[in-house]
């Protein structure tokens, strides 16, 4: 059987990777997640991510810490990559080539993020992370999820996060709807 989906952005929020715990990586819930990625890539299907960082940073309140919110932001951006960074040891552990391209130049550790360049990359099969959200403060990782699945010409964007859609702001902290609350094909 052909898979429904051709190309697909899997948007994973930060505290998933917690598994059980209050803070940080649960290596258990990294496993899981490459292993699930890779059976999805074995089909024929190509597959973006993109990673919160809400296990490491999530912002705070420039009130109570000083932080303005764009430090915070940058903070949070780089929370991604450090996740961006264990998906891609797991993935590499079981198999699954993958690259991750970074909105914010570091070359050291990830690639810079060129829309091109990460198509091609879908196109080898490879599991493309895209990390460091759009590179901008006062944007979501829902809003780069959107974004990227957009720009890499995504099916579908799948969302794997605690909350119930996709939030203009942070719904853990604010009582919001969501601007859309089902999963969309992306054309």
Avoid: W
């Avoid at 989906?5 to 899981?32: A, C, N, T, W």
Wanted: charged share 25%; hydrophobic share 40%; with cysteine.
């Amino acid at each position: 059987m052909l898979p429904k989906f051709s190309r697909v952005l899997l948007k994973l929020s930060g505290e998933s990777l917690m598994g059980d715990r209050h803070y940080g990586i649960d290596p258990k819930m990294l496993e899981q997640y490459a292993n699930e990625i890779k059976q999805v890539t074995n089909v024929g299907v190509q597959v973006a991510v993109v990673i919160g960082g809400g296990n490491i940073y999530r912002g705070m309140n420039e009130h109570e810490t000083g932080i303005e919110r764009a430090q915070g932001d940058y903070m949070g951006m780089l929370a991604t990559v450090i996740n961006g960074m264990a998906l891609q040891a797991a993935l590499d552990k079981a198999g699954v080539s993958t690259r991750l391209q970074s909105a914010i130049k570091m070359e050291q550790v990830a690639e810079p993020y060129i829309r091109r360049r990460a198509m091609r990359h879908l196109e080898k099969g490879r599991v493309v992370i895209f990390g460091a959200g759009t590179g901008n403060p006062y944007f979501t990782t829902d809003t780069a999820g959107s974004l990227r699945a957009i720009e890499i010409k995504a099916d579908v964007i799948l969302k794997g996060t605690r909350v119930d859609g996709i939030y203009s702001a942070d719904p853990e902290k604010t009582l919001l709807q969501p601007v859309t609350k089902h999963c969309h094909s992306t054309r």
